[in-house]
Nanobody, 124 residues
Framework: QVQLVESGGGLVQAGGSLRLSCAAS????????MGWFRQAPGKEREFVAY????????YYADSVKGRFTISRDNAKNTVYLQMNSLKPEDTAVYCC?????????????????WGQGTQVTVSS
């Protein structure tokens, strides 16, 4: 059974940093594109960042470009999201996601597995 378990969320002041982790099990991690989505209260889920199975390609939402960095360690079956210069509008539940080979370009409807999410709250 595939499991994606996020950690690292919390409360931080604006301008601060957090590092999210997502530990994967039950899948051949190196065969999956990984990424992060987020959902704020009353808003739709939105894409945040993507990393290909080989780590050769990364994509970011315009709203986080230059502030967030996604990375992965295939030896540890873990994907990370380093979040710097956090803003109150970054407040959301952040969910890790996996798609086999990233064949659809990480469309939400094609995601194979989702994590439960970790809360990130940025105070002003």
């Amino acid at each position: 059974q595939v499991q994606l378990v996020e950690s690292g969320g919390g409360l931080v002041q604006a301008g601060g940093s957090l590092r999210l982790s997502c530990a994967a099990s039950g899948l051949t991690f190196s065969s999956y594109a990984m990424g992060w989505f987020r959902q704020a209260p009353g808003k739709e889920r939105e894409f945040v960042a993507y990393i290909s199975w080989s780590a050769a390609t990364t994509y970011y939402a315009d709203s986080v470009k230059g502030r967030f960095t996604i990375s992965r360690d295939n030896a540890k079956n873990t994907v990370y999201l380093q979040m710097n210069s956090l803003k109150p509008e970054d407040t959301a539940v952040y969910c890790c996601a996996a798609e086999y080979r990233g064949v659809t370009g990480f469309r939400p409807e094609a995601i194979d597995s989702w994590g439960q999410g970790t809360q990130v709250t940025v105070s002003s």
